[in-house]
């Protein structure tokens, strides 16, 4: 495990798993070594009967800023496309069995947006942001964004979240579908730990079914985390991305 993810099953939440992101330097940027510690703990919480919920959270005034650039711009500077990784994490992501819940406060930008649409339950801050820079990156959607995002939220402001890179508020998530409740900056941590372990007392094999039922067939969700790979792929060998991220490193 990496520092940058600390990975916890804290005494005072019973059944309750913790991920959060421990980079605030960067403001939780994501590198590969944090996928694949996530991507591992996910998939521990399927296996372990003693988790019954994972709750993602973040550092004060920032949840994650998305992907790591560098890794972006290497691949872009040696021809190389998505990281399995990235790819492991979602799918993990996608297929977990158990409850999954998001606390945010501050700054939600891309994978840290979109890693949402794929939880349960999203508690934000008032002082919340959301946004998905991909085009202005040169890049395309992912996390299967591009299909459960006009489904949640409506042709328009999924277009708005993700080809216009339109930043959302707090408010105005919740008003799209994208989070569940807006609370104050301080009871983030409070009232997603709180949802969170009231989730894992419920009777598990009823929750399961209940929670498959309500999320529906997954093998389109990975169909469609997979098309948007390969475009992302390609993408990330184009010159302008290259010229995107190479001007975006120089601010």
């Given at each position: ?153 409506g042709h328009q402001r999924a277009f708005a979240l993700l080809a216009a890179g339109e930043t959302f508020s707090a408010e105005e998530a919740k008003d799209a579908g994208l989070i569940w409740k807006v609370v104050e900056p301080g009871e983030v941590d409070i009232v997603t730990l709180a949802t969170a372990a009231r989730l894992a007392a419920k009777p598990p094999e009823a929750m399961r079914i209940a929670r498959d039922l309500v999320r529906g067939d997954r ?33």
């Open positions: 495990m990496t520092d940058h993810i600390i990975v916890e099953q804290p005494s005072a939440h019973p059944g309750v798993q913790i991920i959060r992101f421990n980079r605030p330097e960067k403001k939780n940027a994501i590198t590969r070594a944090m996928y694949r510690t996530m991507a591992d703990a996910l998939k521990s919480a399927d296996a372990d009967t003693t988790i019954r919920a994972t709750a993602f959270l973040g550092t004060e005034g920032c949840f994650s800023a998305g992907n790591d650039l560098n890794d972006f711009l290497a691949a872009a500077v040696g021809g190389g496309g998505l990281e399995q990784e990235i790819l492991d994490f979602l799918y993990a992501l996608v297929k977990a069995q158990k409850p999954v819940i998001s606390g945010v406060d501050g700054l939600a930008i891309g994978i840290g947006t979109t890693i949402h649409l794929h939880c349960d339950l999203t508690i934000a801050s008032s002082r919340s942001q959301f946004r998905t820079p991909f085009v202005d990156l040169a890049l395309v959607p992912e996390a299967g964004s591009s299909l459960v995002a006009p489904r949640l939220m093998d389109e969700i990975i169909a469609r985390i997979d098309e948007e790979a390969r475009h992302f792929s390609a993408r990330l060998k184009s010159a302008e991305a290259r010229a995107a991220f190479e001007a975006f490193m120089r601010r």
